[in-house]
Structure formats: structure tokens, C-alpha cells
């Protein structure tokens, strides 16, 4: 137990270390510095089995959303229980997890963040895949975490999954948006997508 005069020296430490308030808001991002960190932390236990877990998300994925293997025409027709030791949803499973590994390493560059998010809601929706399927990957993510890796989602830790997967959401549909030309605009909200859990 740390002595409550030395905890707060070293707060003040780590706050000069970080360069300021963790509980502050990034403007860009909504996250403050400890959220960030809590992401990451999280994120580094997925990676040190990112291939296995990102099997373990998508096969979740599937079991609680059928219809959406439809989409990939590469392993459409394999019937769930082989997914696990099909070569293409290997394939697609370490692209997945990579692409999230990319948004959690750019946290801290929004503008890189939001162009690949931009870029990846382009190309879902050349596929007819939808804000709904994003919010419902949004679910299963948080899933793994509880389930698959014992991870016990503190409220702090979960609103900083659910407002970084929302604001990644945020920017995905803009990339919609943008591509097709429609505006999704009348319900993008943070609580919206937040309120899914």
C-alpha cells in the first residue's frame, strides 16, 4: 500500500510525465490519457494470441450474427464449424485484427485514425456492409474480452472500448457517407453506438 502522501507525489509525477490531466478529453478522439491506456492494455493481451483470438472474434461474430457470412464470398459457403481450419478465414481473421491493432496504435494521431477508418468505410460499404454490422463487431469485441480472455471490463475500461470502437464507428460511416454520397448523418452520436451494449 502506498502511502497517500507518496501517491499523490507520484501523480503529480505521472501527470508531468504524460504532460497533463489524464482524466482530460483528447478533442479529437473524446478519450482522455487513462482511457487510452486502458485500450492499449487491453489490446496488448488480444495481441499476444492475435491470431487465435481473431479466429475466437470472428467465429463469435458469426455464431451471433449468421447471416453476415454471406458477405465474404470467400469462405461463404464453408459451413460454420470448419471456419477454424479454413486458410482463407485465417486469412481474414489476421487482416482484421491487424486493421483494429492500427486503430488502437493511432490513438494518438487522429488524422491518420480518421483516415483509415475513412478508408475502411469505403471499402465495407462497396460490400453492403452497414453501420449495424460495426456496431454488432462492436458487441463482440467487448465479448471476447469478457468471455475468451477473462478480461473483466471495469466501467472505465468499457467506456473507453465503446467510445473509441464509437468514434471509430463516427468515422466509418463519414467514409460511407462519403463514397456513396448519402448522409447518415441524423444519428451519429457516440451514445448512440454506446447505448448498443
Not at 487482416?95 to 487522429?110: E, F, G, K
Not at 491518420?112 to 456496431?135: A, D, P, Y
Request: net charge positive; with cysteine.
Amino acid at each position: 500500500i502506498i502511502p497517500g502522501s507518496i501517491a499523490v507525489k507520484m501523480g503529480g509525477w505521472l501527470t508531468a510525465l504524460t504532460g497533463g490531466n489524464l482524466d482530460v478529453p483528447d478533442p479529437a478522439t473524446g478519450l482522455t490519457p487513462r482511457e487510452k491506456n486502458c485500450v492499449r492494455r487491453n489490446w496488448d493481451l488480444v495481441k499476444a494470441d492475435i491470431k487465435q483470438n481473431g479466429i475466437d472474434l470472428l467465429m463469435l461474430f458469426f455464431e451471433d450474427n449468421p447471416s453476415y457470412q454471406n458477405y465474404f464470398k470467400a469462405f461463404k459457403d464453408v459451413p460454420f464449424k470448419e471456419l477454424p481450419k479454413n486458410p482463407r478465414f485465417h486469412a481474414h481473421c489476421t487482416s482484421v485484427m491487424y486493421a483494429l491493432t492500427s486503430v488502437v496504435d493511432n490513438l494518438d494521431d487522429p488524422e491518420c485514425l480518421v483516415e483509415m477508418l475513412s478508408k475502411l468505410g469505403e471499402n465495407h460499404q462497396r460490400r453492403g456492409i452497414n453501420r449495424q454490422e460495426f456496431i454488432n463487431l462492436k458487441s463482440v469485441v467487448i465479448k471476447l474480452f469478457k468471455t475468451k480472455l477473462g478480461i473483466e471490463v471495469h466501467e472505465r475500461r468499457r467506456s473507453s472500448l465503446e467510445q473509441d470502437t464509437g468514434r471509430g464507428l463516427l468515422c466509418y460511416i463519414q467514409g460511407n457517407r462519403q463514397s456513396s454520397g448519402r448522409d447518415f448523418s441524423e444519428s451519429l452520436t457516440v451514445q448512440h453506438y454506446t447505448g448498443c451494449l
